[in-house]
């Protein structure tokens, strides 16, 4: 079966396991993990971090988005431009300014650009990852060519629900590694 075949599959298994968590374990899950973004010591050596605002049975980032704002991190949300399918960084200062971009998800519409070589720490989505760094995710693209881009100092952290760890992930010449996972367990790698 080719890659591009055993991805769909997978993201529809991964998307139906998701599905069935519960919202308060998805709710307790997500806090948990936050909570644990939040101590990470990659955010020390920093002052920028990218991060996302989730959409249905992602890990919840409000707390997260919240805290790093109150710890004066500068703040830095996706926003996608699907004509050229690509994506940028913006400042945010205000999590209510944000508007629902191109898919529904929470986008900063304004404040300035955020050049990748400024962001130390990128927490991103996924629908599966395993433990060689490899990310499944919804398919488009976005992330892995946006991170193709970026410096290697910058950390990259998949969050995820423990229910998202796969054996083993296929992966294209295209696919961008994360360098750590963090779950409602903690940090895995």
Same mark, same amino acid.
């Given at each position: 079966?080719?890659?591009?075949?055993?991805?769909?599959?997978?993201?529809?298994?991964?998307?139906?396991?998701?599905?069935?968590?519960?919202?308060?374990?998805?709710?307790?899950?997500?806090?948990?993990?936050?909570?644990?973004?939040?101590?990470?010591?990659?955010?020390?050596?920093?002052?920028?971090?990218?991060?996302?605002?989730?959409?249905?049975?992602?890990?919840?980032?409000?707390? $997260?988005?919240? @805290?790093?704002?109150?710890? *004066?991190?500068? +703040? &830095?949300?996706?926003?996608?431009?699907?004509?050229?399918?690509?994506?940028e960084?913006?400042?945010?200062?205000?999590?209510?300014?944000?508007?629902?971009?191109?898919?529904?998800?929470?986008?900063?519409?304004?404040?300035?650009?955020?050049?990748?070589?400024?962001?130390?720490?990128?927490?991103?989505?996924?629908?599966?990852?395993?433990?060689?760094?490899?990310? $499944?995710?919804? @398919?488009?693209?976005?992330? *892995?060519?946006? +991170? &193709?881009?970026?410096?290697?100092?910058?950390?990259?952290v998949?969050?995820?629900?423990?229910?998202?760890?796969?054996e083993?992930?296929?992966?294209?010449?295209?696919?961008?590694?994360?360098?750590?996972?963090?779950?409602?367990?903690?940090?895995?790698?």
């Open positions: 079966m080719e890659i591009a075949q055993q991805k769909k599959e997978l993201r529809a298994i991964y998307q139906r396991k998701l599905e069935q968590l519960p919202f308060s374990e998805v709710k307790r899950r997500s806090e948990l993990i936050c909570t644990y973004a939040l101590a990470l010591p990659a955010l020390r050596r920093t002052t920028t971090v990218a991060a996302y605002a989730s959409i249905n049975h992602e890990v919840m980032t409000d707390q $997260l988005l919240a @805290g790093l704002l109150a710890e *004066d991190f500068r +703040l &830095a949300l996706p926003v996608v431009k699907k004509k050229n399918r690509t994506m960084f913006r400042l945010v200062e205000n999590l209510k300014d944000l508007t629902p971009g191109p898919f529904g998800i929470l986008e900063p519409q304004k404040g300035p650009l955020c050049p990748p070589d400024e962001i130390g720490v990128f927490f991103i989505p996924g629908l599966a990852f395993d433990r060689q760094g490899n990310r $499944l995710g919804r @398919g488009a693209g976005y992330y *892995d060519r946006y +991170l &193709a881009t970026v410096n290697q100092p910058a950390v990259r998949g969050l995820a629900f423990q229910l998202q760890i796969a083993a992930l296929p992966v294209t010449a295209t696919d961008v590694k994360i360098d750590s996972l963090l779950t409602e367990e903690g940090l895995i790698f």
